[in-house]
């Protein structure tokens, strides 16, 4: 088969002309995939760059879901520690509530009376003033109690040999012991002295008698002695010798006097309290998040980054075991207590109980504010590692992606080129047939 021979122009315009196709179809090609880097071929350094950048980009967003996750975990911790924070202050409610009704569990003494109607005439006073004004010690040595005159205050008859007293008071594990009273005190500087006790309140009615109060639920102990010394007056207050003269019993400090009855309304609160404590074990239980409960104890660990081993980043968020009996807060019964429970009746319980709500509140917004360090934590890293996927998805574009207006550009131009061509090609044809004019 003979070759057929171009003339050089027709070779050149034909040369050009497939060299504007081939540059062409390049830019079609790069227009409709949007990469001028589509193949190893194309740029081996820029490909593998761009596919490194583009699957790290991919593994970090994977990671985005579970941190994702980790952040509707911590959340709904974070509002179950809210939620039982106003349990806890329910329960300091209620336990105010009790401790604001106390009037049938205070042990409570009212004496014989101290005066009569014929003193309170004869002094012109009230019985009540009468025997405020009254000496505890015979002051006129009769050996007896002395009744109040126009002209004499009157007295109790506690010894007038005895030159020492002593006040006593035991109310649970608290007692208050006073040696202030003298051979020229009265009754007034008694009542005052059990006031300052703070754990008792004395009063003298309008009929005349003393009348002591505790200031807790607790068994109260009182006992006024006297004494040649400031010993043997506290060991006869300790054996109550001289209550009988206050009107009083000997055994109001040997046996004590207790609360007559119990709180009505403090043994209303008993459901409720306990009731309000149930709710904190099962709001804690409720508070997980696609299996996992940070307030159950679970552990719960964000993966931040798509590494191993040493190299991986992650937070362990350690979650705690909340419960009422965690948080020390005991079940309320109306009486008796063992453990786990405490006496609503009995002031001391109350208080201790108030103290232990406080702590259990304090507990709580610890664990809130260290739930919330997490949280920000993660919500920090969300953004991070969202910022960081779209940084190497864009490195890697800047690596293979195409300049669509530049390679639009090249494409009119070549089309340009090309139809230049075409028309160089044709003149070159034209050329050549002009030998057909000399036959």
Known sequence: MSTISLSAGVRAALGSLSSVKADAATSQYRLSTGKKVNSAVDDPVNFFTAAGLNDRASQLTKNLD???????TITAAS?????????????QSTIK???????????????TALATAAEAAATSKSL?????????????????????????????????????LALTITAGNTTFTSTSLTATST???????????GIATASIDDSGKLNV????SDTLKIGLGAGANAGAALTDAQAGGQNTALGLAATDYSTGISASGNSTVRSNLVNQFN????????????????????????????????????NQSKLDVQGQTITAANLGIDQAVNGTATTGQFNIQDDASLSTMADTLTGALSSLRSTSSSLGASLSTVQTRQDFTKNLANTLTAGADNLVSAD???????????????QLSQTALSLSNQADQAILRLF
């Open 187 to 197: 009754v007034r500087d008694l009542v005052n002295e059990i006031n300052k006790s």
């Open 404 to 418: 669509t207006n530049q390679e639009a550009a090249n494409l009119l131009a070549l089309q340009t080129r090309q």
């Open 79 to 91: 509002q179950g520690i809210d939620s039982i924070t106003k349990l806890v202050s329910s329960l």
């Open 213 to 216: 109060t505790g200031a807790g």
């Open 66 to 72: 579970g941190i994702s996750n980790g952040i509707q």
């Open 275 to 310: 009731d309000l404590t149930k709710q904190i074990d099962q709001l804690a239980k409720d508070a997980g998040f696609n299996g996992k409960n940070l307030l159950t104890g679970d552990k719960l660990s964000v993966v931040f980054n798509e590494k191993t081993g040493t």
């Open 128 to 164: 009540k003033d009468v025997t405020l004004d009254k000496a505890l010690v015979d002051d006129n040595a009769t050996g007896t109690d002395n009744a109040a005159t126009a002209s004499a205050k009157g007295n109790l008859g506690i010894a007038s040999t005895t030159t020492n």
């Open 97 to 111: 509530q009790a401790q604001a009704d106390n009037a049938a569990n205070r042990p409570t003494k009212a004496g």
